[in-house]
């Protein structure tokens, strides 16, 4: 009886020893995960060597948490039933990303991102071809680390991207954002599949919400190493990420 006693009291305290073990790991998705550290750097509310130590971070954390080999590496337009000949500009010439700097959040110099337009002439919110909302779809395998949805024309001032996306992308250690957006279909932590809807297309932001300003998707791409900013134009137009090829 005593030895009984014993091995069930052992195995109480590893198990108490593991639940602590578990607790103290902070997983991308609490409360202080990656979502509170972007709205931090979007609101301003970090400085600057904070922000550089939490980048390095979470590019390692990332890195460990979501393993390559669980996601695929397929590439898909994000927006759709459209194309990269929807960009902005000829030839994807609206990626500027002279004096982008993530830690700047909402501030930020640049435009480092492919605004994709779409058939809106009335500004409805629906393709003029088909007459219905426009899907905004994941461009790759990963994970939702951030969403935001509350954005309304009297709500925040000065918030240019209105409602957005964030996905990290383990097969291209990048995340992707997806901006302008009307209705969220998915969560912070959720798995997503490349090509999967994620959104409808909106007007929601500071400018993008303007009458002179024409219905668009601003899509953005950064490293997760630095938060530096990729050009989306070619990865897009070829449907790979760069120095893949099709062989």
């Not at 195995?11 to 931090?40: I, Y």
């Not at 991207?161 to 954002?177: E, K, V």
């Given at each position: 009886?005593?030895?009984?006693?014993?091995?069930?009291l052992i195995g109480l305290a590893l198990g108490c020893v593991m639940d602590m073990s578990a607790n103290t790991e902070t997983p991308a998705m609490d409360k202080d995960g990656w979502e509170s550290f972007e709205r931090r750097v979007r609101d301003g509310s970090i400085n600057r060597r904070e922000?550089?130590?939490?980048?390095?971070?979470?590019?390692?954390?990332?890195?460990?948490?979501?393993?390559?080999?669980?996601?695929?590496?397929?590439?898909?337009?994000?927006?759709?039933?459209?194309s990269f000949k929807d960009c902005g500009g000829r030839n994807g010439e609206g990626y500027q990303p002279k004096g982008y700097f993530f830690l700047d959040g909402n501030r930020h110099k640049g435009h480092p991102a492919q605004d994709i337009f779409?058939?809106?002439?009335?500004?409805?919110?629906?393709?003029?071809?088909?007459?219905?909302?426009?899907?905004v779809i994941a461009m790759a395998d990963g994970v939702v680390l951030s969403t935001y949805g509350s954005w309304t024309a009297k709500g925040i001032e000065g918030l240019r991207g209105g409602n957005y996306i964030w996905i990290y992308h383990p097969q291209f250690r990048a995340f992707s954002?997806?901006?302008?957006?009307?209705?969220?279909?998915?969560?912070?932590?959720?798995?997503?599949?490349?090509?999967?809807?994620?959104?409808?297309?909106?007007?929601s932001g500071e400018r993008a919400f303007l009458s002179s300003s024409p219905t668009h998707l601003h899509f953005v791409i950064l490293?997760?190493?630095?938060?530096?900013p990729i050009n989306p134009?070619?990865?897009?137009?070829?449907?790979?990420?760069e120095g893949d090829t099709d062989n």
């Amino acid at each position: 009886m005593r030895t009984y006693l014993f091995y069930v009291l052992i195995g109480l305290a590893l198990g108490c020893v593991m639940d602590m073990s578990a607790n103290t790991e902070t997983p991308a998705m609490d409360k202080d995960g990656w979502e509170s550290f972007e709205r931090r750097v979007r609101d301003g509310s970090i400085n600057r060597r904070e922000g550089e130590a939490a980048v390095s971070a979470w590019a390692d954390r990332l890195r460990v948490r979501y393993p390559e080999d669980e996601f695929e590496r397929g590439i898909f337009f994000p927006l759709k039933g459209y194309s990269f000949k929807d960009c902005g500009g000829r030839n994807g010439e609206g990626y500027q990303p002279k004096g982008y700097f993530f830690l700047d959040g909402n501030r930020h110099k640049g435009h480092p991102a492919q605004d994709i337009f779409i058939f809106d002439r009335n500004k409805d919110l629906l393709d003029d071809n088909t007459g219905r909302p426009v899907d905004v779809i994941a461009m790759a395998d990963g994970v939702v680390l951030s969403t935001y949805g509350s954005w309304t024309a009297k709500g925040i001032e000065g918030l240019r991207g209105g409602n957005y996306i964030w996905i990290y992308h383990p097969q291209f250690r990048a995340f992707s954002c997806y901006a302008h957006l009307r209705d969220i279909v998915v969560h912070t932590g959720q798995r997503v599949k490349g090509g999967e809807k994620i959104a409808t297309l909106g007007r929601s932001g500071e400018r993008a919400f303007l009458s002179s300003s024409p219905t668009h998707l601003h899509f953005v791409i950064l490293k997760s190493e630095g938060m530096s900013p990729i050009n989306p134009y070619p990865i897009l137009k070829e449907g790979l990420w760069e120095g893949d090829t099709d062989n």
